[in-house]
């Protein structure tokens, strides 16, 4: 693999795991005031379109990521409209 | 452009934008509270590593995109820093 190669696997890597901290953060204080409703609605249509870019050019890494992403990015959201009822 | 590539440019927006409403409502409410420390550590270093691969392989969308979504989540992880304080 080339560093550039490394690089973007690694890059790839933090930004997919990134949201599970939040989603931990909430689950455990049971606390979305600060949270962004616009951002995570954005966000997890924005992570579909990605999982169905992936489907189309079938690209398993981008396929893959945006799933594993979108589990933690919609539980955020699910939770934050949850709260706000 | 094809379906595949209209869907990848939309995704590759939204993701990109979704940050900004979070930055928003941090600076309008001063309010970090539920925000994830850890979250926003690790994006971080995985948008720094995108915009360098996107240096190291010479792709301007990815360059542009990330420098963008930096701004948005360096602001939120400089703001969730300053009121640990």
Known sequence: MSIAEVTGF?????????????????????DTESIS????SIINVGLILWFA??????DKPIIFANAFTLIASLTILFLKIKKKK
Not at 37 to 40: E, H, P
Not at 53 to 58: A, D, N, P, S, W
């Open 53 to 58: 870019y992936g489907l189309m050019v079938g």
């Open 37 to 40: 409703l616009v951002m995570y």
């Open 10 to 30: 690694v890059a790839a890597t933090l930004t997919t795991l990134s949201f599970y901290p939040q989603a931990y953060k909430i689950i455990k204080t049971r």
